[in-house]
């Protein structure tokens, strides 16, 4: 693996752990609803993870967590990484 995509998945990383931490603290929300994370990631990308069975519905309501939205949107954005994933 280059050492320049080893770099970004780390800076990814630290900000997910980051982002993380604020939510079990309570500086940052813990779900959000699907209408928001289209807002953010596009209709397209958040019906792409529903039909793949990544994100579901919690007790019938759409409630997300922003972590698990992001990753698949860092993902998503980095075709190495899917790469990688698609070979396991």
């Known amino acids: 693996m280059p050492i ?3 770099a970004d998945l780390l800076k990814v990383a630290a900000d997910l752990g980051s982002e993380s931490a604020y939510q079990r603290i309570g500086l940052a ?3 959000i609803s ?3 994370a289209y807002r953010k990631y596009g209709r397209n ?5 529903e039909k793949d ?3 579901k519905k919690e007790g019938g309501k759409w409630q997300l967590n922003p972590v698990e939205l992001e990753t698949l949107f860092q993902l998503e954005k980095r075709p190495f990484y899917s790469m990688i994933k ?3």
């Open 4 to 6: 320049y995509v080893l």
């Open 29 to 31: 929300k813990v779900k």
């Open 34 to 36: 699907k209408s928001a």
């Open 45 to 49: 990308l958040v019906d792409k993870w």
């Open 53 to 55: 069975g990544r994100i």
């Open 86 to 88: 698609q070979k396991k």
